[in-house]
């Protein structure tokens, strides 16, 4: 049989893009780091190489590491282009920053960007959901050792090769830290997956009996009304009621009112088809919609929800407890409203005839 169901739509997940003030420090720190090292080889030019030649190969590949990561994070909180992946929990580097990236280059250089970043990151970087921007800042940093070294061979001094060291070192620290501040650790996320499905078991189900609840079984009743209507399919509903339960509250107490409530829903459960859909309506009230039921079967399972309800033993209980059923079906002209309407009326109709009874039809 066909499942009636609305879409479901669960409580958006809470926002990962959050970052410390002690990582911003980080950056802040990294970016002097880097820029004293860009300052410090212009005001060499040594050993015959051009001083801002010199300061794109020493001081790009860490500068342009702290550029992806402050990009990324600044897109990751405003919430534009750099990604934050539930699966992959990683951050991408987009081809946004490496734009930005080589539009400065050209700007202040007049030379092409591929002449100072090794072509594997900048495939890397023009590539979405490439490794994370981390892995790339780290492959710009050892790159920028491997350069610093071979410009120390041609005559450079020790003092600005440990500015850039430093300004590496900076860089590593600063991307961990934005690392630890953005994804968040998996504890935290298994918590907030269980608070998530638990807000979602609230919004439907209703939690003593294990039964959808009367929002829920309301939105779901819509559709299948509709569906009925369309397509001339039968449909029943019905209301049942415990009978007496007040009495079951004031003499025993609610704790025992609780178990009957639950011992009727579980009796429901198990009478009723797989098509069919039953819910808590309120208090001592349940509905279940019968869809493409027709009249005969509709009445033998309502008198069969009856008879197995008082045949339970309930514990504490010391009399039969009963329940009272009206039905009524799919007419034309009908509204959902009106077909749950007229139900509730034949429910009072067995009340009114003695109880423990099914009216209707």
Known sequence: MEAYNVPETRPAAPERRTLSYKAYRGLAYSF??????????????GAGLDPSLFALRVGLPALG?????AFAADLALRG?????????????????????????????????PYLFIPGSVVYGLLIWDRPAFLAV???????????????????????????????????????????????????????LEAENEELWSLSFQDTLTGLYNR??????????FSRAARYKEQLHVLMIDIDHFKRVNDKLGHAVGDEVLKGVAQTIQAAIRTSDTVARYGG????????????????????????????????????????????????????????????????????????????GF
């Open 137 to 191: 800042s780290s492959a710009l940093s050892a790159w920028a050792v491997a350069t610093a070294a071979s410009v120390c061979a041609a005559g450079l001094g020790v003092e600005t090769l440990s500015v850039a060291a430093v300004g590496v070192v900076v860089a590593l620290h600063s991307a961990a830290a934005v690392k630890r501040s953005i994804l968040p650790s998996e504890e935290r996320m298994k918590s």
């Open 284 to 359: 001592e009230e349940f509905i279940v919609y019968m869809v493409r039921s027709d009249p005969e079967t509709t009445q033998f399972i309502a008198n069969r929800i009856r008879d197995g309800v008082a045949a339970v033993q309930f514990p504490g209980v010391p009399w039969t407890v009963t329940i009272s059923i009206g039905v009524a079906g799919l007419q034309d002209g009908d509204t959902i409203e009106g077909l749950v309407d007229r139900a509730d009326r034949f429910l009072y109709v067995s009340k009114h005839h003695g109880r423990n009874r099914v009216s």
């Open 80 to 112: 534009r282009r750099s990604l934050i992946s539930g699966r992959s929990r990683r951050v991408a580097a987009s081809a946004y920053v490496f734009t930005a990236l080589a539009s400065a280059l050209d700007a202040y250089s007049g030379l092409s």
């Open 65 to 69: 590491g702290l550029v992806i990561i």
């Open 215 to 224: 929002r829920y079984i309301s939105q779901v009743a819509i559709h299948m």
């Open 32 to 45: 002097l780091a880097a820029l004293a090292l860009a300052c410090r080889a212009l005001a060499l030019g």
